[in-house]
C-alpha cells in the first residue's frame, strides 16, 4: 500500500529543489539588467551628455514596452512552451542589454531600453504562470514569496557588483559603465541556453521524478482544474468596470511609482554625500537588506494574523514619510540614509500583502482577470516615478523636489488602501489560496 503523505513530501521536495533555486536566480538577474542603469548613469551621464530629465525618461520607456508586449508574451509562451519561451526572453533581453554597452548617444539608448522591455515582457507573470503548472494552491504562496524575494536580494548583490565593476574594470579602453552592461547581460544569455536543457514544460514530461510521484502530482492538479474550469471565460468588459479593480489598479501604480523612482536615483542620491562610485554600492546594500527581511516577516505576520488591508496601508505609509524624509534632511547624509531604509522597508513591505489584499477584495471571477489588469496598469508607474523625478531635478536643480513627489504619490496610494470598505475584505487565508490558484500574475 503506497504512502500518500510520504510520497506527497518527497514529490513536493523535489519539484520545490527543482524549480524555486533556479527561477529565483533568473529572477536576480532579470531585475538586475532592469535597474544597472541607476548604477552606470554615475559616469554614463557625462560621458553621453545625458540629463536628469532625460535619464528618466530613457529609465521610464523600459516599462512602456513591456506594458505593450506582456500579454502577447504570455500567449506566445502557451503555445511554444515555457522552457522555449522563458529561454528566448532571457536570450534576447541580455542580448539587448550587451549591445547597450556600445551606445553613442541618448536615442541609442531610448531604443535599447525600450526593445529591453520588449524582450523581457511577460517574464515575471510567465514564471507565476509556470508555478501554477508545478505547485497546488496551498504551496504557491510560499513559491510566490520565494521568488518575488529575488528583487531585494538583486539590488543587494547589483549594488556593490556594479559600482565595482565602474570602478576597476576598463578593458580595451572601454569605460566601466560600459563593461558593467557586457558583465551583467551575458549571464542572461547563458541562463537562457541553460534554461532549454533544464526547465521541463509540464509534470508529465519530467523524467526526474517517478512514475509513481509523477501520476501523484497530476491527479492533485487535475482536482483543482476541475474546481475552476467555471472560471476559465471570465470576461474582460465587467472586470474593467469593476471600481474595486480600478482602485487596486491604482494603490499598485502608486507603489511602482515610488519603487522605480527611488531605485533608479538611489544611486545618484547617494553619491551626492560625497562618497566614491564603490562605496556608493555598498551603502546601497543597507536599505535593501532591511526592506527583503521586513518584506519575510511582515508577510508572514499578514498571514498568521489573517489581516490584509492595514498590513498593505502600513507599508505605504512608511515609504511616504520615509521618502518626504529623505527629502527634508537631504544635508544630513546619516538621517537621509535611515529616512530611505525607512521608505524601503514599506515598500518591500507592501508588495506580498497587496496581492493578498487584491485576491481577499475581488470576487474569484473578477480576480481572474483583475489581477492580471491591476498589474499591467501598475507598471506604468514605471515610466512615470524615474521620468517625473529626472524632470523635477532638471527644473529645481534638486533631486529632494523628486522625494516629496514619490512621498505624496505613496501617501495617496495609503488613503486608496484606507478607502477600502472592511466589509469588501475577506481576510481568510482559505479565500487567498482559492483565488491565488487563478492568478497567473503577481
Known amino acids: 500500500m503506497v504512502d500518500n503523505s510520504a510520497l506527497e513530501k518527497r514529490t513536493l521536495r523535489k519539484v520545490s529543489l527543482r524549480i524555486i533555486p533556479f527561477i529565483f536566480i533568473l529572477y536576480i538577474v532579470a531585475f538586475l539588467d532592469r535597474v544597472n542603469i541607476g548604477y552606470a548613469a554615475l559616469n554614463m551621464n557625462q560621458d553621453l551628455g545625458i540629463t536628469a530629465k532625460t535619464l528618466g ?73 509556470y508555478i501554477t503548472f508545478w505547485f497546488r494552491p496551498k504551496e504557491r504562496a510560499r513559491a510566490y514569496a520565494l521568488f518575488l524575494t529575488a528583487m531585494a536580494v538583486s539590488n543587494i548583490i547589483g549594488a556593490p557588483l556594479s559600482t565595482w565593476i565602474m570602478d576597476t574594470v576598463s578593458w580595451a579602453n572601454m569605460p ?23 526547465l521541463t514544460d509540464r509534470p508529465e514530461d519530467a523524467k526526474w521524478l517517478t512514475s509513481e510521484e ?9 482536482k483543482e482544474n476541475k474546481e475552476n474550469k467555471n472560471n476559465k471565460h471570465t470576461n474582460l468588459g465587467p472586470v474593467l468596470r469593476d471600481l474595486k479593480v480600478w482602485r487596486l489598479g491604482l494603490i499598485y501604480f502608486a507603489f511602482v511609482t515610488g519603487l522605480y523612482g ?3 536615483w538611489l544611486p545618484t542620491i547617494i553619491k551626492a554625500f560625497d562618497v566614491t562610485t564603490t562605496q556608493v554600492g555598498w551603502i546601497a546594500v543597507i536599505p535593501y537588506v532591511l526592506g527583503g527581511i521586513a518584506m519575510i516577516w511582515w508577510a508572514l505576520r499578514s498571514d498568521r494574523l ?29 538621517m537621509s540614509m535611515i529616512m530611505i531604509c525607512i521608505a524601503t522597508i514599506g ?7 497587496f496581492w ?67 466589509k469588501d475584505v475577506n481576510n481568510s487565508k482559505q479565500e487567498y489560496f482559492e483565488k491565488a490558484a487563478k492568478n497567473n500574475v503577481v
Open 262 to 264: 527611488i531605485g533608479l
Open 347 to 353: 515598500l518591500y513591505s507592501f508588495l506580498g500583502t
Open 176 to 198: 566601466g559603465w560600459r563593461w558593467l552592461f557586457i558583465l551583467e547581460g551575458i549571464p542572461a544569455i547563458i541562463l537562457g541556453i541553460v534554461t532549454l536543457f533544464y
Open 214 to 222: 509523477k501520476g501523484w502530482l497530476l491527479s492533485e492538479l487535475s
Open 356 to 422: 493578498s489584499l487584491s485576491s481577499a477584495t475581488l470576487s474569484a471571477s473578477a480576480a481572474v482577470v483583475g489581477i492580471a489588469a491591476i498589474n499591467s496598469f501598475g507598471n506604468l508607474g514605471g515610466f512615470l516615478g524615474p521620468y517625473v523625478v529626472g524632470y523635477l531635478k532638471d527644473s529645481t536643480g534638486l533631486m529632494e523636489s523628486g522625494l516629496y513627489f514619490l512621498g505624496i504619490v505613496l501617501a495617496i496610494g495609503f488613503a486608496l488602501v484606507l478607502s477600502i470598505k472592511k
Open 306 to 334: 489573517g489581516e490584509r488591508k492595514m498590513h498593505t496601508a502600513i507599508p505605504l505609509f512608511l515609504g511616504a514619510i520615509g521618502l518626504i524624509g529623505a527629502a527634508i534632511f537631504g544635508s544630513s547624509p546619516i
Open 57 to 129: 525618461f530613457i529609465s521610464g520607456i523600459f516599462f512602456i514596452g513591456y506594458f505593450i508586449f506582456e500579454i502577447p508574451s504570455n500567449i506566445f509562451m502557451n503555445k511554444f512552451g515555457a522552457r522555449k519561451w522563458i529561454a528566448r526572453i532571457l536570450i534576447t533581453w541580455g542580448a539587448a542589454v550587451v549591445v547597450t554597452a556600445w551606445v553613442q548617444n541618448a536615442t541609442q539608448l531610448t531604443v535599447l531600453r525600450f526593445f529591453l522591455g520588449v524582450a523581457e515582457a511577460g517574464f515575471a507573470p510567465g514564471i507565476i504562470l
